[in-house]
């Protein structure tokens, strides 16, 4: 999904089941693809928290594990404050990991940090600005896949 102000969120694919990697392939290029459909509204990290655990209570398939993985270029400015979002999600079984993108905002990272992250395994991988997001973004999903986290609140450098 992509996010923005409180009330401003865009499904870009519909759930879907990876069993293949012509699956993953195919789920691939239709993130690769979809246009960009949302330019302001802030930056409301709260917002965006609540609506993907939204979208995993409501969505037809039971995983052994739920997490929102959310990724930014800038601290919360809009609607509900992060670290409440956060432990409202957290309390409902859902872990957040993060991928700040450093790139206007120092400290960024520790933000992350102290205010997005949280629940079992929760993690932070830093994009040390949007050229780094791919490489930073793969780091990310080969360690949620292979489930290996460290620890509650751990931010890793993959650089």
Do not use: C
């Not at 246009?35 to 995983?63: C, D, I, M, Q």
């Not at 404050?81 to 957290?90: K, N």
């Not at 993108?101 to 600005?129: E, M, Q, T």
């Amino acid at each position: 999904m992509e996010w923005t102000g409180p009330f401003l969120q865009a499904r870009i694919a519909d759930w879907t089941v990876l069993s293949s990697p012509a699956s993953a392939q195919a789920f691939a290029s239709r993130l690769e693809t979809a246009p960009r459909e949302l330019f302001s509204g802030g930056t409301a990290v709260g917002h965006a928290l609540l609506y993907g655990a939204k979208a995993l209570e409501e969505n037809a398939f039971a995983g052994t594990r739920r997490v929102i993985d959310i990724s930014g270029d800038g601290p919360n400015n809009r609607g509900i404050p992060v670290s409440l979002a956060r432990d409202h999600v957290v309390a409902a079984g859902i872990t957040v990991n993060g991928l700040p993108i450093l790139n206007n905002w120092p400290g960024l990272d520790i933000y992350f940090l102290d205010n997005v992250i949280g629940g079992p395994g929760a993690f932070s991988i830093p994009a040390r600005g949007f050229r780094d997001f791919n490489s930073a973004i793969l780091t990310k999903l080969i360690r949620e896949i292979a489930g290996s986290g460290w620890g509650p609140a751990q931010a890793a450098d993959h650089r």
